[in-house]
């Protein structure tokens, strides 16, 4: 299935980062859309069940299609400079042929850090890395979903742990957010956390795949807004800081 998308910026290792991202919000959709009509579809008939299904998913790709064409949309917005700045590289031929020299991709053994500050940090939806107290992180906010390529490690039986941040002194709460990875919903639990300020861990089971390949992280956070007044107000509507999220395989 051709990507739904096509962003402008595909800084993922293996140029996938549009079929990585549309198909996690077409599995996310999906998933979504038959948990709320499962008790219709329960109570049709073989024939309508089917056609009750192919709605289903007819819709959950319609979803999709939107929240992709709203990040599309951010994305032609930008200025060259601001192309130049997050991939640099298609201005670096020599870059590029080494690139394309590279052994191919291992599978990565675990537990993998991706850090806000980093080239590692790939993704969508996220303002520029800022320094902290703490160190540094990326607010999400800039689009309805902040996405985030990581090593899927081959897959199956996979823990992720995140540190994150709430904006504005507001209250973290993890339940009030959305996060998914490759489609999967996220139940994540607390390692530490302050009431601003925690580590937090999710275990998830993903199919298998080849060495190499990357699971999409989404984020669909609820806005804050800086309750300051005066002209230090910050005036951006930011969701949840990511510091780093670390990927590995469960015990």
């Known amino acids: 299935m051709p990507a739904l998308s096509s962003p402008l910026l595909d800084l993922?290792?293996?140029?996938?980062?549009?079929?990585?991202?549309?198909?996690?919000?077409?599995?996310h959709h999906a998933l979504r859309l038959r948990e709320a009509a499962g008790p219709l579809l329960e109570r049709?008939?073989?024939?309508?069940?089917?056609?009750?299904?192919?709605?289903?998913?007819?819709?959950?790709?319609?979803?999709?299609?939107?929240?992709s064409l709203a990040q599309?949309?951010?994305e032609a917005s930008l200025t060259r400079q601001e192309r130049l700045r997050i991939d640099p590289l298609p201005q670096i031929p020599a870059a590029r042929r080494i690139a394309a020299r590279s052994p191919?991709?291992?599978?990565?053994?675990?537990?993998?850090?991706?850090?806000?500050?980093?080239?590692?940090?790939?993704?969508?939806g996220w303002y520029g890395v800022e320094p902290t107290a703490g160190g540094?992180?990326?607010?999400?906010?800039?689009?309805?979903?902040?996405?985030?390529?990581?090593?899927?490690?081959?897959?199956?039986?996979?823990?992720?742990?995140?540190?994150?941040?709430?904006p504005f002194g507001s209250t973290l709460d993890m339940a009030a957010e959305e996060w998914v990875l490759d489609g999967m919903p996220l139940s994540f639990e607390p390692l530490s956390s302050d009431g601003r300020n925690g580590l937090f861990f999710a275990r998830v089971r993903l199919l298998e795949r080849p060495a190499g390949s990357r699971a999409t992280l989404l984020l669909r956070t609820t806005p804050?807004?800086?309750?300051?007044?005066?002209?230090?107000r910050d005036p951006r509507a930011l969701g949840l800081g990511l510091s780093w999220a670390r990927i590995e395989r469960a015990e």
């Open 136 to 166: 540094v992180l990326r607010w999400s906010g800039q689009g309805a979903w902040a996405s985030l390529l990581l090593p899927a490690l081959g897959g199956g039986d996979l823990v992720l742990t995140v540190a994150v941040h709430a």
């Open 72 to 74: 599309a949309q951010q």
């Open 12 to 27: 993922s290792p293996d140029r996938q980062a549009a079929a990585l991202l549309d198909a996690g919000l077409l599995a």
């Open 104 to 124: 191919a991709a291992a599978a990565e053994e675990g537990p993998t850090f991706v850090e806000a500050g980093t080239p590692d940090f790939i993704g969508h």
């Open 224 to 232: 804050r807004t800086d309750p300051a007044e005066g002209p230090r």
């Open 44 to 67: 049709l008939g073989p024939d309508a069940r089917i056609f009750g299904e192919f709605v289903v998913e007819q819709l959950a790709r319609l979803s999709a299609q939107a929240d």
